[in-house]
């Protein structure tokens, strides 16, 4: 049982470039998220879908998409790449409502 | 939003001795409470969680309190062993969204 599967783990990309994270879970959990980690701050949610069909703005959507693109799967794009999102970032899936989350390994971005 | 505040942010503790860690939270509709250890390199992992309606729980060394009425709710850790060493995580949901605190790295000293 894998879990949360995120790729790529590691990626460098040039300011202004764009880029896909992929993520997949097969607990078949209803909502899925993507959050993003920096030192100090925590970990803060960028988008989420509580359900397939649905995605939503967390905290810090600016400069990001998401797809739903089926129950298993979430996406995350970055469309034009800046050195402020350079960060670990880590999707997690959950039931949905008030249960617990699981996470991935995390995929670490650097833009320079 | 939710807004989830932990303290301390950096906790070391002796061995055998206990730690204590605190959030506290903003919004009155959060009704579930998760706590998560990240070790490094890896993603969260979820360690002990509590609901609204229960007011502690407890599994092995470590134990969660929630106080609903003052919205602080507790990490416990009992007899503290050098693999607790790591980064701790409060959080709570409300409406779909779970909200983390910055975040607490204790460190075991053998």
């Known amino acids: 049982n894998a879990g949360v599967t995120q790729t790529p783990k590691f990626q460098v990309l040039k300011t202004g470039q764009s880029m896909t994270l992929q993520c997949a879970q097969d607990?078949?959990?209803?909502?899925m998220y993507w959050y993003r980690q920096d030192p100090g701050m925590g970990l803060r949610l960028i988008y989420y879908s509580a359900s397939e069909g649905t995605t939503d703005k967390g905290e810090v959507p600016n400069g990001y998409n998401v797809s739903r693109l089926n129950k298993r799967e979430f996406s995350l794009r970055l469309e034009s790449a800046a050195p402020s999102q350079t960060s670990v970032y880590f999707c997690?899936?959950?039931?949905?409502?008030?249960?617990?989350?699981?996470f991935g390994q995390g995929t670490r971005l650097t833009v320079v | 939003g939710e807004n989830v505040e932990q303290h301390p942010s950096t906790l070391s503790v002796q061995e055998g001795d206990s730690a204590v860690i605190k959030c506290t939270y903003s919004d009155s509709a959060s009704n579930y409470f998760p706590w998560y250890k990240q070790e490094l390199g890896k993603g969260p992992q979820l360690i002990i969680d509590?609901?609204?309606?229960?007011g502690e729980k407890k599994d092995q060394r470590i134990a969660v309190t929630l106080n609903k009425t003052a919205k602080h709710f507790s990490l416990h850790i009992t007899e503290t062993q050098p693999e607790d060493s790591a980064v701790y995580f409060c959080a709570a949901i409300s409406d779909y969204k779970l909200s983390f605190g910055a975040g607490t790295t204790v460190t075991v000293r053998a």
């Open positions: 509590i609901r609204s309606n229960v």
């Open positions: 607990m078949n959990h209803n909502s």
């Open positions: 997690a899936s959950s039931e949905g409502g008030t249960v617990s989350a699981f």
